[in-house]
């Protein structure tokens, strides 16, 4: 038979402490999404698309962050504290995805997007390649007409 423990004050802190910085992380990551919908709406804005950017929910499993599409334009992708290679890979991935299962949703040029905090070197390289508009906090790193071609 086993052995009944009760949790000690230590175990309920540790607890605790892991239950808010799993708040503070999501807390984050919902501001940094939010932070990435105004500023790809900001710069569509200064070109001339008015068009609010929200969230795209395809199913339970499927979303972007980032969504705004302004008739001649579309713009969809993902919001992350930090990027990378990869990052990018798997964004270009999933808009790809998207164009396969709804179509319906790219009106006029689609444009991949991916707004971060910090891009690494290797985004910044692999985003150029893939012709991504990536936004640095509240610089285009890769701006709008290169991401056109």
């Known amino acids: 038979?086993?052995?009944?423990?009760?949790?000690?004050?230590e175990d309920i802190k540790r607890i605790?402490?892991?239950i808010a910085t799993k708040e503070q992380f999501e807390a984050i990551a919902i501001s940094v999404e939010d932070s990435g919908r105004e500023m790809v709406?900001?710069?569509?804005e200064r070109r001339g698309y008015r068009r609010a950017a929200e969230r795209l929910r395809l199913d339970a499993d499927y979303e972007f962050d980032v969504y705004c599409n302004a008739g001649a334009i579309t713009a969809v992708g993902e919001a992350k504290v930090r990027a990378g290679r990869r990052d990018v890979e798997r964004t270009v991935e999933r808009i790809r995805e998207l164009q396969r299962?709804?179509?319906?949703?790219?009106?006029?040029g689609l444009v991949p997007v991916l707004y971060t905090l910090v891009a690494g070197p290797s985004a910044v390289q692999r985003a150029k390649?893939?012709?991504?508009w990536l936004i640095e906090?509240?610089?285009?790193?890769?701006?709008?007409?290169e991401a056109l071609g």
């Open 129 to 132: 390649e893939l012709k991504m």
């Open 137 to 145: 906090s509240k610089r285009e790193v890769v701006p709008l007409e």
């Open 16 to 18: 605790e402490d892991k």
């Open 41 to 44: 709406q900001y710069l569509l």
């Open 101 to 108: 299962r709804r179509p319906e949703k790219n009106s006029g």
């Open 1 to 9: 038979m086993a052995e009944e423990r009760f949790a000690t004050k």
